[in-house]
């Protein structure tokens, strides 16, 4: 059970939310007033359905992973008001990055579903707000990276505090790059020194406190991919196909510290992405951006897959991946996302947020649906499908790419703590998960008859 004192700090950063969604009276660039208090709204009943007393325990009443959710959401959203309307930058990203340090501290009896809460409040938030803070999609990925590089610590054996140092460097970086900024000295140079030079001390800081892990290795891996992503970026026949870059790191990272060196990777390629993405004093280029940012995709969704085969580990006779089913649920994903970010892209920033609500909850149900069809296996393959639909957008240049980020990663974040649930289905008669099929069916039909309606009167009205 959660601790008096924890539910209190859950309390005031989700109060800290209101009080920012409150606040939230002028009107943002290409987002309306009311968004941040409707997301407050949300927030609160995705925190409700959390909180059932039976029968999964990471659902008992007090769980932690109502906790996360609680926690994060408001968080989120005073980051999200601090970020996009105060614009401060440096600490609106503070404020939902120190979810996870708060999960150490109050909830180490429940550490990952602490975690899974924050994944959930962070795709909830990251859907519903993602073009009203342009930093937002840089600051999603390192709160999902520092979550589930810090979850892989407990399977690892690494330590558990690593990543928040890391991350803490990073900041202190951000923030120093920020006030030269304001100096006068911008460039992508004294952002590119700060950070890996702050990266490097953490990393020696260990080696001197008595660690045999390869932490200097792997910041010089990182290093090295980004100073290759920065040069082939001004190639217009590289660029796009610098993404290979990010590859080669994942490929020299994955193995060591049985995945712990990944996350570290992961983790600093994400504040890496974080950072350049204020190009008012990196100045640097929208493409080579979308080049950090691909990275960083690639590698925090590797992580998360590598957490969920830890979490679920597929043994015989679920473990033939090469049937067809994860080949079907890889499909469905990498054609059904791409099409669901082409309908939730049509109305372009000012897409509205129902809209949004609708794209998030069939990224998020169809994953579950299928891992209750197919087990763990359908899961498997709807993440590969749906990394493969994100990363195809950036290499092909497609606009889609900031809209399939999102939807790419909220599959994973839900399978993760519902992915048992789910399962058991699959373990139930064929009738039952031909049941689940039809429902799943049926629903479709009637969303996509919705869209018809609200489509035909929307051009009716605008004609």
Do not use: K
């Not at 006068?184 to 030079?197: K, M, N, Q, T």
């Not at 085969?309 to 649920?329: K, S, V």
């Not at 069809?373 to 899961?379: K, P, V």
């Not at 039952?432 to 929307?458: H, K, M, N, P």
């Amino acid at each position: 059970m959660m601790s008096l004192a924890a539910w209190s700090i859950g309390g005031i950063c989700f109060g800290l939310g209101l009080v920012a969604a409150l606040m939230a009276r002028s009107r943002a660039p290409m987002f309306p007033a009311f968004a941040l208090p409707l997301v407050w709204l949300i927030a609160l009943v995705a925190f409700g359905l959390t909180l059932p007393s039976e029968p999964a325990p990471y659902f008992r009443a007090g769980g932690a992973l109502g906790w996360g959710v609680l926690t994060a959401s408001g968080l989120w959203l005073a980051g999200a008001f601090v970020g996009s309307r105060l614009h401060y930058a440096w600490l609106g990203a503070l404020l939902p990055l120190s979810a996870p340090v708060l999960a150490m501290v109050f909830a180490r009896e429940g550490l990952l579903p602490a975690f899974w809460g924050i994944g959930i409040a962070t795709g909830l938030v990251w859907v519903l707000l993602g073009r009203a803070w342009a930093s937002l999609e840089g600051v999603a990925l390192s709160v999902l990276a520092l979550c589930w590089a810090t979850g892989l610590a407990t399977y690892a054996g690494a330590p558990l505090w690593f990543g928040v140092c890391l991350t803490g460097a990073g900041l202190a970086a951000f923030g120093l790059t920020t006030l030269l900024a304001r100096m006068g000295r911008v460039g992508w140079r004294y952002s590119y020194i700060l950070l890996f030079g702050a990266f490097t001390l953490t990393a020696a800081g260990y080696q001197l406190a008595g660690s045999n892990a390869p932490w200097l290795q792997l910041v010089l891996w990182t290093l090295i991919a980004a100073t290759l992503a920065r040069g082939l970026a001004g190639s217009a026949l590289w660029s796009r196909y610098a993404l290979l870059v990010w590859v080669g790191l994942l490929a020299g990272a994955f193995a060591t510290m049985r995945g712990f060196g990944l996350a570290v990777c992961a983790l600093m390629t994400a504040l890496h992405a974080l950072v350049m993405s204020h190009r008012e004093f990196t100045r640097t280029t929208a493409h080579e951006n979308a080049l950090y940012v691909a990275g960083a995709l690639l590698l925090t969704s590797v992580l998360g897959f590598r957490l969920f085969t830890l979490t679920y580990p597929l043994r015989p006779p679920r473990a033939d991946l090469y049937l067809y089913f994860t080949l079907l649920a890889f499909l469905t994903a990498l054609i059904g996302l791409g099409a669901l970010a082409l309908w939730w892209s049509q109305r372009g920033e000012r897409s509205p947020l129902w809209r949004s609500l609708l794209a998030g909850f069939w990224a998020s149900a169809a994953p579950l649906a299928l891992t209750a069809i197919f087990t763990e296996r359908g899961a498997a393959g709807w993440t590969a499908g749906a990394l493969g639909a994100a990363l195809s957008a950036y290499l092909y240049g497609s606009r889609l790419f900031p809209w399939l980020m999102p939807l790419s990663l909220l599959g994973l974040i839900i399978v993760l703590p519902l992915g048992s649930l789910a399962a058991t289905l699959a373990d139930m008669p064929r009738a039952t998960r031909i049941g689940v099929a039809i429902g799943l069916s049926v629903a479709l039909a009637l969303t996509a008859l919705a869209i018809a309606i609200t489509e035909r009167d929307t051009s009716t009205a605008d004609s």
